[in-house]
């Protein structure tokens, strides 16, 4: 078989589930990241299959020192960031039944983004 189409579908495939995994919500985007992630992970794959190990090795140990660097810069500079994710949610209050599903699933955006435990629907 011809390699180069199956990791064509690879690349089709990977798309769709990068785009799945972000989330775009009263202006505040999730879930980039989370995207980049995945496509890494299938360039980590598609580099196994190929018989690549360095490669998916050293791409792998690459990314995970990104993210933990990113990571760590985040935590240092966290008192300045103020606007997407890193911006303050506001109060972490748990809606009630009441306040209707929208208003639970806007709570549940701003604990994420927070790092804060999500909350139970009361």
Do not use: C, Y
């Not at 798309?15 to 992970?41: D, E, K, P």
């Not at 980590?44 to 660097?69: E, K, N, P, Q, Y």
């Not at 699933?105 to 604990?111: F, P, Y």
């Amino acid at each position: 078989g011809d390699s180069t189409r199956v990791m064509a579908q690879v690349v089709s495939g990977v798309g769709f589930l990068g785009a799945g995994v972000i989330i775009s919500r009263n202006g505040l985007v999730t879930g980039v990241t989370s995207a980049a992630v995945v496509w890494v992970l299938a360039a980590v794959g598609g580099a196994i299959g190929a018989g690549r190990f360095g490669v998916a090795l050293a791409t792998s140990m690459s990314t995970v020192g990104i993210l933990v660097g990113v990571e760590k810069l985040e935590q240092a500079f966290e008192r300045f960031l103020k606007r997407g994710v890193h911006a303050d949610p506001g109060p972490l209050d748990t809606p009630s039944a009441q306040d209707g599903d929208e208003a639970f699933e806007a709570t549940i955006l701003r604990h994420r983004s927070s790092g804060a435990p999500p909350p139970r629907k009361s």
